[in-house]
């Protein structure tokens, strides 16, 4: 088998695995094409990218497979940057058989599939759905980036989106809404449907659709992950898990009466929120204890020696069919965001491809410069400029934590290192405040209790399902 694999012969530290979710169309997609532009623009021409998307369909990956293979062949025909780097003597077909795309199907609202995608990627093998390459057996994953999920919006109050625009200015109006209906109460997920057959004496918690697919599901499926995620030799780089959040994610879209968001707070915004405090707390004192179980090998009692890092990103605003509009008010929102951008805001980046920068860069960015820019601990974003053109990475203000976990005053604002639209104060909210010792300490204890819950109700659908790793895999006949 070996002999058939596109990539025998590399070395390990020249392959480089990433997974992504909900990769077949929108941000997912970009963040495919992105990490193909990026690799060949910077990775050693001896390097080999293994992209796994996932979708909810073998037809699904077969079309995004071929989408992002036909990427490939423009990219490799046409990135300046990798003609620069690969001479004269570049040759297209160099460039393409040096990145292999493959995949697997998962619903993350579907606990069962999240299990069954988990054991075929751990303990089975991966096959390309249109044939180019079967049954490759995955040694490990240097990225998953999760970034599939639903949005739960209903549609617009109207009065308040011209009320909004009329006091705060379109670009704010644009980038922080206040005019969106969410459904009330939440869509939950059957849990009978779920359970399956399994037997159970205590039904487990209750789950939410919007929660399950934004969050939950993508943290059960990273716990799964963990063998393939965590590395055994000390002197291995950490595996990266880098989960999507919104630039529309605060204080008040949080209730820990509700943590799902059945009852009272916006469900997408509530997920993203969670996202936040769960991502940057991660790594923090107080905090570890409470990851422990997470980070543990689902085999093993034992924590990995190098555990995978966690970070957090978000596209900024892009124009995408998550958020139920007609053809009609769909070009004119997207004229207006546009406008948006050309008023200055730094967020708006609109098309799907910048909007992947952020997510793409954590992705295939060197550990060190990483580490250097201590980016577990910053919301990460993509932004443009007002004429558009490349996208950049972008340190995003979060509620209760600022830009980097460190409490800062004006006048270091005023003095930021950082130039044109990464500076921190372009793009801010129009009600933000700066960072006390009192949010910076209660967003540390709401980390605690983010990672408390998710752990809790983790515990409650593998003891509910009886999991065992591995139980999932498909047979030959069944394979997903």
């Not at 292999?100 to 075929?120: R, T």
């Not at 410069?369 to 490349?390: C, I, M, R, T």
């Not at 639209?421 to 300490?441: F, H, I, Q, S, Y």
């Not at 998710?454 to 593998?462: I, S, V």
């Amino acid at each position: 088998m070996a002999a058939l694999l596109p990539w025998a012969g590399v070395q390990p530290h020249d392959l480089h695995f990433v997974l992504i979710t909900g990769a077949n169309s929108g941000v997912g997609l970009g963040i495919g094409q992105r990490l193909i532009d990026d690799f060949l623009a910077s990775r050693p021409l001896s390097s080999h990218l293994i992209l796994l998307p996932t979708t909810r369909s073998a037809r699904k990956s077969s079309e995004t497979i071929l989408a992002l293979r036909e990427h490939l062949h423009t990219a490799a025909a046409t990135s300046k940057r990798l003609q620069a780097r690969a001479g004269p003597n570049h040759d297209p077909q160099d460039a393409i058989a040096r990145v292999h795309v493959l995949s697997v199907q998962v619903d993350l609202c579907n606990i069962h599939s999240i299990y069954a995608a988990a054991d075929q990627l751990v303990y089975g093998t991966v096959s390309d759905p249109t044939g180019v390459i079967p049954d490759v057996k995955i040694p490990r994953l240097d990225a998953a980036l999760f970034n599939a999920g639903i949005g739960g919006w209903s549609g617009l109050n109207w009065l308040g989106l011209f009320w909004q625009i009329i006091r705060r200015g379109i670009p704010q109006a644009t980038t922080f809404p206040t005019f969106k209906l969410a459904t009330y109460p939440a869509v939950m997920l059957d849990t009978k449907k779920l359970l399956g057959p399994a037997e159970t004496k205590k039904e487990p918690t209750q789950l939410a659709e919007v929660f399950t697919a934004n969050l939950f599901g993508h943290y059960l499926l990273a716990h799964e992950l963990m063998p393939l995620l965590s590395r055994e030799n000390p002197k291995e780089e950490p595996g990266r898990i880098v989960f999507t959040s919104s630039i529309d994610a605060g204080t008040e879209h949080l209730s820990f009466t509700h943590f799902q968001a059945q009852r009272t707070t916006p469900p997408y915004e509530s997920s993203k929120r969670i996202t936040d405090i769960m991502s940057l707390t991660a790594s923090l004192p107080s905090v570890q204890p409470l990851t422990e179980p997470f980070f543990k090998l689902p085999s093993s009692s034992k924590l990995p020696a190098v555990r995978p890092k966690i970070y957090v990103t978000h596209p900024g605003v892009v124009c995408t069919p998550l958020f139920p509009l007609n053809f009609v008010l769909f070009f004119f929102y997207r004229l207006t965001m546009y406008l948006s951008r050309m008023l200055g805001s730094p967020w708006h980046v609109v098309e799907s491809y910048l909007g992947a920068c952020a997510t793409a860069w954590v992705g295939l960015e060197d550990q060190a410069v990483l580490d250097e820019q201590k980016a577990h601990l910053v919301k990460w974003g993509s932004a443009v400029a007002p004429l558009g053109g490349e996208a950049r990475p972008k340190k995003t203000e979060v509620e209760g934590w600022g830009w980097q976990g460190d409490i800062e005053d004006a006048a270091a604002l005023e003095n930021d290192a950082d130039t044109g639209m990464l500076r921190k104060l372009r793009g801010r909210k129009w009600d933000a405040v700066a960072l006390t010792k009192e949010a910076r300490e209660q967003f540390e204890l709401d980390g605690r209790a983010c990672w408390t819950e998710l752990e809790r109700l983790r515990g409650e659908w593998e003891g509910a399902l009886g999991r065992k790793p591995g139980d999932h895999l498909p047979s030959k006949e069944d394979k997903i």
